[in-house]
Each structure stands twice: as structure tokens, then as C-alpha cells.
């Protein structure tokens, strides 16, 4: 079970950090975790990933912003927002697999998600 917290609205250039608990999983791995967004008029994507080893990947477009980030004791995977701007508001998403490690931003790769979270940005 993942459980999204910390969305809300901010103004062009502003912070936010998102969390998600994440029940279920093996504390010490292996899996992989996600964060993916459905921004309006566009397909779900991802944005940023970490295992459990502490290897992260970012898309291109939130590359230097966005940080991802995990607390292993407390099962808990944080995205850390910086330089926000209107195009980043959307729904975001945590997603979890377990049982394989490599940080991934493919959507089919994980099999738990959770209900999402909403951002918005205004110029």
C-alpha cells in the first residue's frame, strides 16, 4: 500500500516536497520506487526513480530541480520540488516493485501505486 501526502499549490518557482509511506516492502530490497505524473492532456510519465542501492534517474524535463530521496527506516520515498513551474502541475504518483532493483522510469515496470497527489503551479 503507498499513501501520497504534501501536494497543494505554489507559485512559479516555488518548493514543495511530496511523500509517500510505502507498506510492504523488504527493507533491505531489493525494489525499485517512482514518481510519475499526469499533467492535463497528457499521458501519465515518469520523472524520478531510486532503489534500494540509492541509484536514482530523473527525466530530462525536472533533471536539477526534482530530488529523489528515500528513508529506509520509516519506508518512506520523498520528491523534493525546487524551481517549480507551471508546466510541472499534474497529479504525481509513487509506485513501488519489489523483488528487483535498477531505478526505472517505464510505468509498466512497477506493480503498486498509489492514489496520487495534486500540484499546481501558477504564474
Known amino acids: 500500500q503507498l499513501t501520497e501526502s504534501g501536494g497543494g499549490s505554489v507559485q512559479t518557482g516555488g518548493s514543495l516536497r511530496v511523500s509517500c509511506i510505502v507498506s510492504g516492502l523488504p527493507q533491505n530490497g531489493p525494489y525499485r520506487l517512482g514518481w510519475f505524473r499526469r499533467s492535463p492532456g497528457k499521458e501519465r510519465e515518469g520523472i524520478a526513480s531510486i532503489d534500494n542501492y540509492e541509484s536514482s534517474i530523473y527525466a530530462d524535463s525536472v533533471r536539477g530541480r526534482f530530488t529523489i530521496s528515500q528513508d529506509k527506516a520509516k519506508v518512506t520515498v520523498f520528491l523534493q520540488l525546487d524551481s517549480l513551474k507551471p508546466e510541472d502541475s499534474g497529479m504525481y504518483f509513487c509506485?513501488?516493485?519489489?523483488?528487483?532493483?535498477?531505478?526505472?522510469?517505464?510505468?509498466?515496470?512497477?506493480?503498486?501505486w498509489g492514489q496520487g497527489t495534486q500540484i499546481t503551479v501558477s504564474s
Open positions: 509506485a513501488a516493485k519489489e523483488n528487483t532493483a535498477i531505478p526505472s522510469l517505464n510505468e509498466y515496470l512497477y506493480d503498486f
